[in-house]
């Protein structure tokens, strides 16, 4: 099956300074989506990437698809402690299932 | 917003012993997921299920595990003997699309079940 590798696995960082997770696979990817999982929480969804190179914005955070297909990016500008939790990426392989990536903890610091 | 529950929220058990896991998934959806997170790890796929059969398993979803649409609104996961690395956080899913499609899954909050 589809395996996805999240980099960094943590991330420490002080509020205000901004964080990126890198989402790679060695296959070309149909699509891409990320997960929020806060502290003893269930994931949720925050955005799915289709297209090569496509680039999504919500607010502070922007998703990034690349051009190959087979990596992604979620940056956060100026984090805040609201921002923390853990962030998945998530590719659909076969018809229903959702493989999840490693994810990166991200603790800010206040 | 609507919302996938499930119940019961944390289930101790002694090994060996059946649990029955349930989730009312969102009213409109077709297709509902369980997935497992053990403490710490990734989240990971069991099994989804359409149309009232199961449409793609994992290799971690062995005879162990079944699953069930009871009546029109419960979508349950029984664990039959189980043992201590089935503790893990179990959360239930739906969608109204296929994954396929792209389509939103929305998850319950877990249940959380600890194995003795």
């Known amino acids: 099956g589809q395996q996805v590798m999240q980099i960094p696995q943590y991330q420490h960082v002080q509020e205000g300074e901004d964080f990126t997770t890198y989402c790679n696979s060695s296959?070309?990817?149909?699509?891409i989506q990320w997960y929020k999982q806060r502290p003893g929480g269930h994931p949720v969804f925050l955005i799915q990437?289709?297209?090569?190179?496509e680039v999504k914005k919500q607010k502070r955070l922007t998703f990034q698809f690349g051009e190959a297909k087979k990596n992604s990016s979620l940056h956060i500008t100026a984090t805040q402690t609201t921002d923390v939790g853990t962030y998945f990426c998530a590719v659909s392989g076969g018809y229903q299932k959702v493989t999840f990536g490693t994810g990166t903890k991200l603790q800010v610091i206040p | 917003e609507p919302e996938v529950t499930q119940t019961p929220s944390h289930q101790v058990t002694q090994m060996g012993q059946e649990v029955i896991l349930r989730c009312v998934p969102i009213s409109n959806h077709l297709y509902f997921y369980w997935y497992r997170q053990i403490l710490g790890q990734k989240v990971e796929f069991l099994v989804s299920?359409?149309?009232?059969?199961?449409?793609?398993k994992s290799e971690i979803f062995d005879d162990q595990f079944s699953v069930e649409r009871p009546d029109g609104s419960n979508f349950t996961l029984k664990i039959r003997s189980t043992k201590l690395e089935d503790s893990a956080m179990y959360f239930c899913?739906?969608?109204?699309?296929?994954?396929?499609?792209?389509?939103?899954?929305?998850f319950g909050e877990g249940s959380w079940l600890t194995v003795v």
């Open positions: 299920f359409y149309n009232n059969e199961i449409s793609e």
């Open positions: 990437l289709v297209k090569s190179g």
């Open positions: 899913a739906s969608s109204s699309k296929t994954t396929g499609e792209g389509n939103t899954i929305y």
């Open positions: 296959t070309t990817l149909s699509n």
